[in-house]
C-alpha cells in the first residue's frame, strides 16, 4: 500500500502547468505602469483589501524551552498559551527551538540557490504531472491568475519519496544541508504535535504516531521586487491544506500577512523565531477546536523576499478525518474521513482559494 501510495505522490496525481518565470520576467521589465506586467499577474483586488495598521496586534510568541521543562508550573502556562494561540490565531511564533544552526545553514543554500543563473536553476525544473522540483505551485488552468513568485518544492520525507532528481546540486552542499534541515525541523514539529495532542485530551503517542513517518515538503519561496507591488500578489489567499507548517523568514523583508477579523494582519518575524500555522489537516484531526487561517505574501516595491516553509502531514497510509476520540454524540464530526492518498489528490488538482479545500471535506449537517 505505502509503496503504491509514493508512486502515485511522485508522478500520477499532476502537477502544475508551466508558467513563465517571474525572477527572470522582474529583471527583464520596468514596471513603472501597469501595462508593463502581464495581465495574468494583475490583481487589482488586492489595491481594495483592509491591511491593519495597528502595529500591536501580533501573533502569540511561545518559549519551547518552557514547553519542554520539567517546572510544571511553567510547563502547565505556556502550554495553555500555546492552546489558546491554536484556536484563536492558528499562528504563533517559536522561540528557544534549538535549531538555529541548521536555519541559518538553510537559509544561505536557499539565496545561492536563487543567485544562479535561469538556465542553472532549470536543471531542477518541474516535470509534467510532477508537484516537485524549480516553477510554480497550483497553476492549473491557462487563465488563471498567477503569483508574483517563483519556488524550489522539495519532498525530503519519508526517505521512500525522497527524489534526487531535483534536488539542486549547486550549491554542493545544498543537499546535506537540506537533509540535516529536514531531521532537525521534523523533530520540533513532533515536539509540538505531541504537546497539542496532549492540549487537545488525545493519547500524545497515538495522536503524534500519525506524524512519525510523515510526509514532508520544503518550499522554499524568492519574491521578486515590484515597482507596482500594490497590483500584484506574491502568494495567493489560501489557508495550508497539510497538518503543521513551519516557516522561516530568510531575509529581513516582510510579507507575510495573516487574515484576522476581517483584516489583513502583517506579521514581524521575531529574530531567530520560526513562525507556525495550523493546517487543514490539523483542523479536521481536531475537529475544529483548531483553525487553520487564511494568509498571503505581500510584494516589496524595492527588494525581493526569500523564505522558507516546512509542511508536515500524516503518514501515507493515514486517514485524514476527525480523531475517533474527539467525535461523541455531543459533538459529532464536522468533516469528512478520506485516504490520504485521495486528499492529495484534492490538493495538487485545485488551485489556491482561501479555504475552500476544507469546504470540500466539511459535512453540514
Not at 216 to 238: D, F, W
Not at 259 to 283: Q, R, S, T, Y
Amino acid at each position: 500500500m505505502e509503496g503504491e501510495v509514493v508512486s502515485n505522490t511522485r508522478g500520477e496525481f499532476g502537477g502544475s502547468l508551466p508558467v513563465e518565470n517571474v525572477q527572470a520576467l522582474a529583471s527583464s521589465t520596468i514596471t513603472n505602469s501597469s501595462k508593463d506586467i502581464p495581465h495574468r499577474y494583475l490583481r487589482p483586488e488586492v489595491e481594495f483589501d483592509q491591511v491593519s495598521a495597528d502595529e500591536s496586534l501580533q501573533i502569540p510568541v511561545i518559549d519551547m524551552t518552557k514547553l519542554l521543562v520539567n517546572n510544571d508550573t511553567d510547563q502547565a502556562y505556556e502550554s495553555a498559551k500555546l492552546h489558546s494561540a491554536c484556536k484563536a490565531w492558528g499562528f504563533f511564533q517559536l522561540m528557544n527551538h534549538g535549531i538555529s544552526e541548521a536555519i541559518e545553514e538553510m537559509k544561505k543554500e536557499t539565496e545561492e540557490f536563487f543567485k544562479l543563473s535561469l538556465e542553472e536553476k532549470m536543471v531542477c525544473a518541474q516535470l509534467p504531472n510532477s508537484i516537485e522540483g524549480y516553477g510554480q505551485a497550483f497553476v492549473v488552468s491557462e487563465d488563471q491568475k498567477l503569483d508574483w513568485g517563483d519556488m524550489l518544492f522539495l519532498l525530503p520525507l519519508p526517505l521512500p519519496l525522497r527524489n534526487l532528481r531535483f534536488w539542486p546540486t549547486t550549491p554542493p552542499s545544498f543537499r546535506s544541508t537540506l537533509d540535516r534541515y529536514s531531521s532537525e525541523l521534523k523533530r520540533v514539529a513532533i515536539s509540538l504535535l505531541r504537546m497539542m495532542g496532549k492540549n487537545l485530551g488525545l493519547d500524545q503517542e497515538a495522536f503524534t504516531a500519525l506524524f512519525e513517518d510523515c510526509v514532508q515538503g520544503i518550499r522554499m519561496n524568492y519574491y521578486p521586487p515590484c515597482e507596482l507591488a500594490s497590483k500584484v500578489i506574491g502568494l495567493t489567499p489560501h489557508s495550508d491544506a497539510t497538518g503543521l507548517t513551519l516557516l522561516i523568514q530568510v531575509n529581513q523583508v516582510q510579507g507575510l500577512q495573516i487574515k484576522k477579523d476581517g483584516e489583513w494582519v502583517p506579521i514581524k518575524p521575531l529574530p531567530g523565531a520560526i513562525i507556525i500555522n495550523i493546517g487543514d489537516i490539523l483542523e479536521i484531526l481536531s475537529n475544529g477546536e483548531y483553525s487553520s487561517i487564511e494568509h498571503r505574501a505581500a510584494v516589496n516595491t524595492e527588494k525581493e523576499r526569500l523564505s522558507i516553509a516546512g509542511f508536515h502531514s500524516p503518514n501515507l497510509k493515514a486517514m485524514v478525518g476527525p480523531f475517533p476520540d474527539l467525535v461523541n454524540e455531543e459533538n459529532a464530526a464536522k468533516y469528512k474521513t478520506i485516504s490520504h492518498e485521495d486528499y492529495v489528490k484534492l490538493i495538487i488538482s485545485s488551485k489556491l482559494d482561501g479555504k475552500s479545500l476544507l469546504d470540500h471535506m466539511r459535512i453540514t449537517h
